[in-house]
């Protein structure tokens, strides 16, 4: 079935002995790209019983999750219907979380696949939820890992497909004001923050301080900024329970 369908891939020959396969490709020349396509290729495999959809979700250890990732991508590519909306939010959520960085990365790029998958087989399934997968996926489209970075960009290009959704994604006036919103001030924050850091550095003495690091703390000890906190507040309650930057930049 992949043969054929990914340009410079000639054959896959399984090896029972192993468990593995033997990947033939035209040439050297064409190798690295194919070899990168294939890694993000989504293949269906024989069905699985793995427990509920809410026992997957709790369990620990990362070949489990990559077992919540298959089984819910499969579930949805093949078009089996959730017994109830929160069904599809859980998968969602459960998707947005591997995809963060500072997972493993097998199962990010896999949950981006999925993402990817998702968004094209059933746009209107997952366009309520695309504030939980936007913001993961795109601090994944910058991952230095070449395979989670490319998985990141086609999950983007699918899930905020304009070309063919047309308005669909932006129909929202609320959302896309909120989103506007949110960003002005956001900017206007990060502006005042940096004033203050380079002030800050500038008084301390430093010649070449590194701005970052100092925006970075100035952001970090935003506990007792108004406008912060209420950004965050905002923020959180619109996209969920996602780990926002400045939580993961104290660590």
């Known amino acids: 079935e992949i043969v054929g ?3 410079g891939f000639t054959g896959l020959v399984l090896q029972p002995s192993h468990g593995g396969a033997s990947i033939e490709f035209e040439d050297a020349a064409s190798a690295g790209r194919a070899a990168l396509q294939l890694d993000g290729y989504l293949l269906d495999g024989r069905k699985l019983r793995t427990g509920s959809v809410d026992e997957l979700r709790h369990a620990k250890g990362e070949m489990r999750t990559d077992k919540i990732v298959y089984g819910g991508g499969g579930a949805k590519k093949d078009g089996a219907k959730a017994s109830a909306g929160s069904t599809n939010k859980k998968i969602f959520e459960t998707l947005a ?3 963060q960085p500072g997972q493993p990365t097998d199962s990010r790029r896999l949950a981006l696949v999925v993402a990817r998958t998702l968004s094209r087989v059933d746009m209107d399934m997952v366009r309520p939820h695309t504030p939980l997968l936007a913001t993961p996926v795109f ?11 490319l998985a990141a960009e086609a999950a983007f290009v699918s899930l905020f497909n304009v070309a063919d959704e047309e308005s669909k994604v932006f129909d929202n006036e609320e959302d896309f004001g909120r989103v506007a919103d949110i960003i002005d001030r956001a900017v206007t924050i990060a502006v005042r923050i940096d004033k203050a850091a380079k002030k800050a ?8 301080p590194g701005l970052q690091r ?5 952001l970090g000890n935003g506990d007792s900024d108004p406008e ?3 950004l965050r507040s905002e923020v959180s309650d619109w996209v969920g329970t996602y780990p926002l930057p400045w939580v993961s930049s104290r660590a």
Do not use: C, W
């Open 139 to 149: 601090a994944s489209v910058r991952d230095p890992v070449i395979p989670v970075k």
């Open 214 to 218: 100092i925006f970075m703390a100035h």
């Open 97 to 99: 979380g591997i995809i």
């Open 228 to 230: 912060i906190v209420q």
């Open 201 to 208: 550095a500038a008084e301390r003495g430093e010649k070449k």
């Open 5 to 7: 369908k990914i340009a």
